[in-house]
């Protein structure tokens, strides 16, 4: 039986090793996806001075046009109501042959020809740079660091050596495991990276913690006292798997959640929806393969009689 399991280890070891191995390179080659941020693309603001009824669909409908007509592709846009007026708000990826002067004139002329042509259209266009980020990142692996070494030692004390090991490397386990799928699969990490990364560490340490504590009840369990610690170890991951189980479904409920209320509001909730998700399963791995290994291997191969 041990052995069975220990293939099986072995295998998913593997897996996971794969993952990262190809998560770091996506990593090194491409960085990770910050496309929410509109780093290096633009933004067009297409305004009327006075908000009468249908007065902005129809600056809204020139500057449409006239993104077809140039074959500029709109990935987001919102609509702000101000007092004297309203703007549309258009995030382009490339300007492509647009110019600021042509899509005025085509506003200006499309306000003109219609029931509002003592109105006044307004463009502006910008370039949206989100700039040098890698002191926000050295700070938030600082953060993270002290966070794990603080998970560290609350596990030294609440559960020994064997469970302070365990939850200590599946904890940073499930945090490259995170980044390496967030690197793969290429969803924008701006801007709940640096809490969801957080939130993978601490639930992966969390989880371990739950299957050491099993582990331990299995071990002072005197019935159990002649059984090797790696069969312990894997008593007490089938003891805690049901709440692994229950966790990750509240996951993916949460991102079912978020995809639908990204769908129907803004795309940044389907974005935190599928890192959460993400999260969730890093920890969820890594607790589930690493936390019964390093218990059974610190506490040596059998349980004290």
Do not use: H
Request: glycine fraction near 6%.
């Amino acid at each position: 039986m041990s052995s069975v399991i220990s293939r099986k280890s072995k295998i998913i070891v593997i897996l996971i090793l794969a993952v990262v191995v190809a998560g770091m390179v996506m990593l090194g080659l491409l960085g990770l996806n910050n496309t929410a941020d509109y780093k290096k693309s633009y933004e067009v603001q297409v305004g009327i001075d006075q908000n009468i009824d249908g007065s902005a669909e129809v600056v809204d409908k020139a500057a449409r046009d006239y993104f077809t007509s140039v074959g500029v592709k709109v990935s987001y846009f919102a609509t702000q109501t101000l007092d004297d007026g309203a703007v549309y708000v258009y995030k382009l990826s490339s300007l492509g042959d647009l110019k600021e002067a042509d899509l005025l004139s085509a506003v200006d002329s499309a306000v003109a020809a219609s029931e509002f042509s003592n109105l006044e259209g307004s463009v502006k266009v910008y370039e949206m740079n989100s700039g040098d980020r890698t002191e926000d990142f050295l700070y938030l692996l600082l953060a993270l660091g002290i966070a794990v070494v603080l998970i560290f030692i609350y596990s030294l004390i609440s559960e020994k050596v064997a469970g302070g090991v365990a939850a200590l490397c599946s904890a940073v386990a499930s945090a490259v495991i995170f980044i390496s799928l967030m690197a793969i699969l290429r969803i924008p990490e701006s801007p709940f990276f640096a809490v969801t990364c957080s939130a993978a560490i601490a639930l992966g340490a969390a989880l371990s913690i739950v299957i050491s504590n099993r582990c331990r009840e299995n071990e002072r369990i005197v019935s159990e006292q002649k059984l090797t610690s790696s069969e312990i170890a894997s008593k007490g991951l089938k003891m805690s798997i049901a709440r692994l189980n229950f966790m990750l479904f509240g996951a993916a409920v949460a991102f079912v959640a978020l995809a639908v209320c990204g769908f129907l509001t803004s795309y940044y909730f389907m974005f935190a929806g599928a890192q959460i998700l993400l999260a969730t399963l890093s920890a969820y791995v890594s607790a589930a393969v690493f936390a019964p290994m390093l218990w059974a291997a610190v506490r040596g191969g059998k349980a004290k009689k």
